[in-house]
C-alpha cells in the first residue's frame, strides 16, 4: 500500500475506536483493511504515550500574558525610533529633490559667494540634529 | 486576543502541547519551549484572525520549529545531550513510559508532529496541512511514512 492507498474510512475507524461506537460496516471494515488495523494500533499507542502523567505543572499562564504584555510594550516604545529615522531621512531626500527651488529661494535672500556657506550651515544643522536623536535614544534604550 | 479568551484558550491547549513537547525532547526543556510557543503566539495573534484550529496550528509549527532548533544546538554539544538523556531516565520510574517516550523521541521531528496532530489532537489533513506549512497530498505521503516508522517502532517494542 502506498500513500496514495490511504483508507478513506480512516477518519470514521478512529472516531469510532475513540468513543466506542462501532456499527457493523466500521467492523467488518475493519477485519478486512490492515491500513486501519495499522491505525487503530497507532492511535491506541499514542494515546497512551500522552495520557502518561506529567510530575510537574506546566507553566503559569499569567507569567506568559505578562511577559508578552511587557515585550509588546517594549516594541512600542521602539517603534517611534524607526519612524524618526525614517521622518528625517525622507525630510532629507526632499531636500535634496527640490533643492533648486530652496537654492534659488535662498540665492535671492543671500550674495552668491555666500551660498557655500549656507549649504555647509544646512549639512551641519542636519548632522547634529542626528547625532543629537541617535544620542537621546541610544540613552533611552539604556534606561529601559 | 483579551486576557480571558488567553487563560480559556492556555487552559485547553498547553495539556496536549506540554506533553508532546516533553515526548519530543525531554521535560528539562519543555516548560522553555511551551513558554516561548505562547510568547510568540500572543504577540503575533494581534495582527491576524484565526479560529481555534488554526490557532493550535500556528502554536504545533512554532514548537516544532522550536524543538527542531534545540535539537541541532543539542547536537553541537554532546555534553548537553547526555545530560539530558539522564534526566528523560530519572524522571520517569514507569519503565513502559520511559519506553515509550524513548521510542518516540528517537522518531524525525516532523514525523513527530505529524503523528501528534493527526493521532492525538485529531487534526484533518487540511489542519495539518496549515499546521505543516506543506499541501495536503504532501500530508498524506508524509504522514504515510511517519506512521511506517512508528509502526516499526512499536513493533520492536
Request: charged share 25%; glycine share 2%.
Given at each position: 500500500?502506498?500513500?496514495?492507498?490511504?483508507?478513506?474510512?480512516?477518519?470514521?475507524?478512529?472516531?469510532?475506536?475513540?468513543?466506542?461506537?462501532?456499527?457493523?460496516?466500521?467492523?467488518?471494515?475493519?477485519?478486512?483493511?490492515?491500513?486501519?488495523?495499522d491505525?487503530i494500533e497507532i492511535a491506541k499507542w499514542m494515546g497512551q504515550l500522552a495520557a502518561i502523567p506529567e510530575e510537574t505543572r506546566p507553566?503559569?499562564?499569567?507569567?506568559?500574558?505578562?511577559?508578552?504584555?511587557?515585550?509588546?510594550?517594549?516594541?512600542?516604545?521602539?517603534?517611534?525610533?524607526?519612524?524618526?529615522?525614517?521622518?528625517?531621512?525622507?525630510?532629507?531626500?526632499?531636500?535634496?529633490?527640490?533643492?533648486?527651488?530652496?537654492?534659488?529661494?535662498?540665492?535671492?535672500?543671500?550674495?552668491?559667494?555666500?551660498?557655500?556657506?549656507?549649504?555647509?550651515?544646512?549639512?551641519?544643522?542636519?548632522?547634529?540634529?542626528?547625532?543629537?536623536?541617535?544620542?537621546?535614544?541610544?540613552?533611552?534604550?539604556?534606561?529601559? | 486576543?483579551?486576557?480571558?479568551?488567553?487563560?480559556?484558550?492556555?487552559?485547553?491547549?498547553?495539556p496536549m502541547?506540554r506533553a508532546f513537547v516533553i515526548r519530543s525532547c525531554g521535560s528539562d526543556v519543555a516548560d522553555?519551549?511551551?513558554?516561548?510557543?505562547?510568547?510568540?503566539?500572543?504577540?503575533?495573534?494581534?495582527?491576524?484572525?484565526?479560529?481555534?484550529?488554526?490557532?493550535?496550528?500556528?502554536?504545533?509549527?512554532?514548537?516544532?520549529?522550536?524543538i527542531?532548533?534545540?535539537w541541532?544546538?543539542r547536537?553541537?554539544?554532546?555534553?548537553i545531550m547526555q545530560a539530558a538523556n539522564r534526566d528523560t531516565g530519572t524522571l520517569r520510574p514507569d519503565p513502559v513510559a520511559e519506553e515509550m517516550s524513548r521510542a518516540f523521541a528517537s522518531l524525525d521531528p516532523?514525523h513527530r508532529?505529524?503523528l501528534w496532530?493527526?493521532y492525538v489532537?485529531?487534526?484533518?489533513?487540511?489542519?495539518?496541512?496549515?499546521?505543516?506549512?506543506?499541501?495536503?497530498?504532501?500530508?498524506?505521503?508524509?504522514?504515510?511514512?511517519?506512521?511506517?516508522m512508528l509502526m516499526k517502532v512499536i513493533k520492536k517494542q
Amino acid at each position: 500500500m502506498n500513500a496514495q492507498q490511504i483508507c478513506t474510512m480512516e477518519k470514521s475507524i478512529i472516531s469510532a475506536h475513540a468513543t466506542e461506537r462501532w456499527n457493523e460496516l466500521l467492523e467488518s471494515h475493519l477485519k478486512s483493511c490492515t491500513f486501519c488495523q495499522d491505525s487503530i494500533e497507532i492511535a491506541k499507542w499514542m494515546g497512551q504515550l500522552a495520557a502518561i502523567p506529567e510530575e510537574t505543572r506546566p507553566p503559569d499562564f499569567e507569567v506568559i500574558w505578562t511577559m508578552s504584555r511587557i515585550t509588546q510594550a517594549s516594541r512600542r516604545r521602539f517603534v517611534p525610533q524607526w519612524e524618526g529615522i525614517a521622518a528625517i531621512l525622507a525630510a532629507a531626500c526632499i531636500a535634496v529633490w527640490a533643492w533648486s527651488p530652496v537654492e534659488s529661494v535662498i540665492t535671492k535672500m543671500v550674495p552668491q559667494h555666500s551660498m557655500l556657506l549656507v549649504l555647509f550651515l544646512v549639512s551641519l544643522t542636519l548632522a547634529a540634529g542626528m547625532t543629537l536623536f541617535a544620542l537621546s535614544e541610544t540613552l533611552d534604550l539604556r534606561r529601559r | 486576543m483579551d486576557h480571558a479568551a488567553f487563560r480559556l484558550f492556555y487552559e485547553k491547549t498547553v495539556p496536549m502541547l506540554r506533553a508532546f513537547v516533553i515526548r519530543s525532547c525531554g521535560s528539562d526543556v519543555a516548560d522553555d519551549i511551551v513558554q516561548e510557543a505562547f510568547l510568540r503566539f500572543l504577540q503575533s495573534a494581534p495582527m491576524v484572525k484565526l479560529d481555534e484550529a488554526q490557532m493550535r496550528a500556528y502554536l504545533y509549527r512554532t514548537v516544532e520549529s522550536l524543538i527542531v532548533n534545540r535539537w541541532h544546538r543539542r547536537q553541537r554539544d554532546e555534553r548537553i545531550m547526555q545530560a539530558a538523556n539522564r534526566d528523560t531516565g530519572t524522571l520517569r520510574p514507569d519503565p513502559v513510559a520511559e519506553e515509550m517516550s524513548r521510542a518516540f523521541a528517537s522518531l524525525d521531528p516532523r514525523h513527530r508532529t505529524l503523528l501528534w496532530m493527526a493521532y492525538v489532537e485529531g487534526f484533518d489533513h487540511k489542519e495539518i496541512a496549515t499546521a505543516a506549512k506543506v499541501g495536503e497530498k504532501s500530508v498524506r505521503v508524509l504522514l504515510f511514512r511517519a506512521r511506517q516508522m512508528l509502526m516499526k517502532v512499536i513493533k520492536k517494542q
